[in-house]
């Protein structure tokens, strides 16, 4: 039993007993996962280049200390970024983002705003076009 105990390592996620050997750090099923979320930073950094862990966190949902995990593990480099202390235009939270002019809860705000009076406004279009009358005619009657 000794011998076997030796040649186990585990999981750095789910502790989950792998093979001495392995060249991964974490099981099969937590190495997806880990790839996964690397991924979706890559993307993001493709899209932003240069941008913080902060406003990672914040646009992505992804933990800090996760993002400092990848950094500590050489899978990402950390640069300075001349761009630091940028204020939101709605709400004036830090940003610490170049690429983005409005916080993430700000945009979602406008943007449902922005659908809403779509709807309103196709909503008043519509009902006008049901009744096949201009407006105009209806107020110069009215005199």
């Given at each position: 039993m000794g011998k076997l105990s030796r040649r186990l390592k585990t999981c750095k996620r789910c502790k989950t007993p792998i093979?001495?050997?392995?060249?991964?750090?974490?099981?099969?099923?937590c190495y997806g996962i880990v790839e996964e979320v690397f991924d979706k930073i890559r993307e993001y950094l493709r899209e932003y280049p240069g941008a913080t862990a902060y406003e990672m966190e914040q646009r992505l949902g992804i933990?800090?200390?996760?993002?400092?995990?990848?950094?500590?593990?050489?899978?990402?480099?950390?640069?300075?970024?001349?761009?630091?202390?940028?204020?939101?235009?709605?709400?004036?939270?830090?940003?610490?983002?170049?690429?983005h002019k409005y916080c993430p809860i700000c945009e979602t705000e406008m943007k449902n705003g922005i659908?809403?009076?779509?709807?309103?406004?196709?909503?008043t279009l519509d009902s006008s076009k049901e009744t096949g009358k201009m407006h105009l005619n209806y107020y110069l009657r009215k005199k």
């Open positions: 093979h001495e050997n392995s060249l991964r750090e974490y099981c099969s099923r933990p800090i200390h996760v993002i400092n995990n990848f950094i500590k593990d050489g899978r990402l480099v950390e640069i300075p970024n001349e761009h630091l202390n940028l204020q939101c235009l709605r709400c004036g939270c830090l940003l610490l983002s170049a690429y659908q809403k009076a779509k709807e309103e406004l196709s909503g």
